[in-house]
């Protein structure tokens, strides 16, 4: 089982269509989880940190299941400015500075 | 507000040349790490400095050098460069691991390696 498994898409959705993706990872004793956005040809920038209670910032949602060992993303009220590539980030097994990242699930929000 | 610093943006070699990448940053982190990315591959970590004077290999280090110059730069080195090191180069730093786990990367806008 690779450590962190994402959904590559694409995922087409309308403007204001609600969007989940799901990430999986191996590891069960990863102890931080973050989302990342990278635009196309861009460098990755952090979306959020995913927290054991789920946690929310604006339209954006994450939550995190332990047990089953996966965290998900959910956009309410899509933005053509929320195209991009989602990236789902665990820490690394047997080290506390490195993270892996997942290949990416690319949304395309259409007008 | 500089936060990571990468140069060159764009590069071309050929093959058997050597070439430095240099990375800044101004946030003062304690961690620095060295990415590459690939069409279909994902994000993997060439070599990372958990802190100054150290530094460990990551999932993808052959052909590669680092130097944690300080804490500010962390340079990546290609003594011979490879067709099969086309790829994109991005720096990260972050504050490493702190009591509440491990925070954060941050990253340089990227480096476009071309090798022919």
């Known amino acids: 089982r690779k450590e962190v498994e994402q959904d590559p898409g694409p995922f087409n959705v309308p403007e204001g269509a609600t969007v989940a993706f799901n990430c999986t990872y191996s590891n069960s004793a990863s102890q931080s989880f973050f989302w990342y956005r990278q635009d196309c040809r861009k460098e990755p920038k952090l979306l959020m940190s995913?927290?054991?209670s789920g946690n929310e910032d604006g339209r954006f949602t994450a939550q995190l299941n332990r047990a089953s060992q996966y965290i998900s993303l959910l956009i309410r009220d899509s933005k053509l400015s929320d195209s991009a590539t989602y990236l789902c980030v665990v820490t690394s097994g047997g080290s506390n500075y490195k993270l892996t990242f997942g290949k990416g699930t690319l949304l395309t929000v259409n007008p | 507000n500089a936060g990571v610093t990468q140069t060159p943006k764009f590069q071309v070699l050929k093959t058997g040349q050597s070439m430095t990448l240099q990375c800044a940053q101004d946030m003062n982190h304690n961690s620095m790490y060295w990415y590459r990315q690939d069409p279909g591959m994902g994000l993997r970590l060439i070599y990372y400095?958990?802190?100054?004077?150290?530094?460990d290999k990551g999932e993808v280090p052959n052909g590669y050098n680092v130097s944690r110059l300080n804490k500010r730069e962390f340079s990546l080195r290609l003594e011979s460069a490879a067709p099969s090191q086309t790829s994109v180069y991005f720096c990260a730093s972050s504050y490493g691991y702190t009591g509440t786990g491990i925070q954060p990367q941050h990253f340089g806008d990227g480096t476009r390696l071309s090798i022919l």
């Open positions: 995913v927290y054991s």
């Open positions: 400095s958990a802190s100054e004077g150290t530094t």
